[in-house]
């Protein structure tokens, strides 16, 4: 089969170098390369034939070490996708919008703590986002615009990655475990096509300390990315799922690339790729679009 490997990082003179290491050592590996390709500034493609995907992937970890780069090795075929499914928190803006409301609140320190023991899976979801929520009773409905306008600003390569990949027909969902407020303006900010994500309770103009049930985490982010694959009549090769905490584990494992951005160790090693270096127009790279290619 073929197999594309594909190298992003953020100075392309460390990728013309690294490129040439990479060459070498996938074709002495599987032989001849099928092609090489510039995809883009920092942006180097290299399709090889071979029958072990993961072997394939090893070899071109070993030849990378610890370079500040990232890499993707995945089969060639099915490597468009049809649809993508995002994370927002931390993925598509570059905060935990829970943890700002908590700013607001006089909290942020307490919110914080809990926040990361669940996003590296140390806690389950649900019960954490009940407890931070509750330390939320009373603050103004106010905080949430104003949390918005003042901390929340999309991650770099976000509108890009998903104009483009709805440019070229992907159906594209961001799906959080944080709270519809956010993920409205986000979404029709950075361009998705849809959004989900949990409700915060409110009355007299004020939160309650509830969040509507049941709550969207793990299991409903895996649901909403079948759910979408049934919809579109699409095979779950052709999907795409990003995401950087525990809750987002579930569909980036069920995904035909799971992409772990900036993410959490658990997350990291369970994902297809990873991010750490590049910003999010790497998934387009990924995916074999040339920077001529993409979306303003």
Do not use: W
């Amino acid at each position: 089969m073929l197999i594309a490997v594909t190298l992003v990082g953020p100075a392309p003179a460390i990728i013309d170098k690294l490129g040439a290491r990479l060459a070498r050592a996938l074709a002495a590996h599987t032989g001849p390369l099928v092609r090489t390709d510039t995809l883009g500034p920092g942006a180097l493609d290299l399709v090889v034939e071979a029958d072990d995907l993961g072997a394939v992937r090893r070899a071109a970890q070993d030849a990378l070490g610890d370079a500040p780069v990232d890499l993707c090795v995945q089969a060639a075929l099915h490597r468009k996708k049809r649809l993508l499914i995002a994370d927002m928190d931390s993925t598509i803006i570059g905060c935990e919008c829970l943890d700002e409301l908590a700013d607001f609140a006089g909290v942020k320190a307490a919110v914080s703590a809990i926040t990361e023991r669940a996003m590296r899976g140390e806690i389950g979801f649900e019960g954490a986002l009940r407890e931070r929520v509750a330390m939320l009773q009373g603050l103004p409905l106010a905080a949430l615009q104003r949390c918005y306008d003042e901390r929340v600003r999309l991650n770099p390569g976000a509108r890009t990655l998903v104009t483009t990949m709805a440019a070229h027909g992907a159906r594209c969902l961001l799906v959080s475990g944080g709270f519809e407020f956010f993920t409205q303006r986000v979404a029709g900010a950075s361009g998705f096509h849809a959004d989900r994500a949990n409700r915060l309770i409110a009355a007299d103009g004020a939160l309650t300390g509830a969040v509507g049930e049941p709550i969207l985490g793990r299991e409903a982010k895996l649901a909403a990315l079948n759910a979408e694959v049934a919809a579109l009549g699409i095979d779950a090769a052709e999907t795409l799922a990003v995401g950087d905490g525990a809750n987002d584990l579930a569909m980036i494992g069920a995904a035909g690339l799971g992409v772990a951005y900036r993410a959490k160790p658990l997350v990291a090693a369970e994902a297809d790729a990873r991010v750490d270096h590049a910003d999010l127009t790497a998934l387009l790279y990924f995916q074999g679009f040339r920077s001529d290619q993409f979306s303003s």
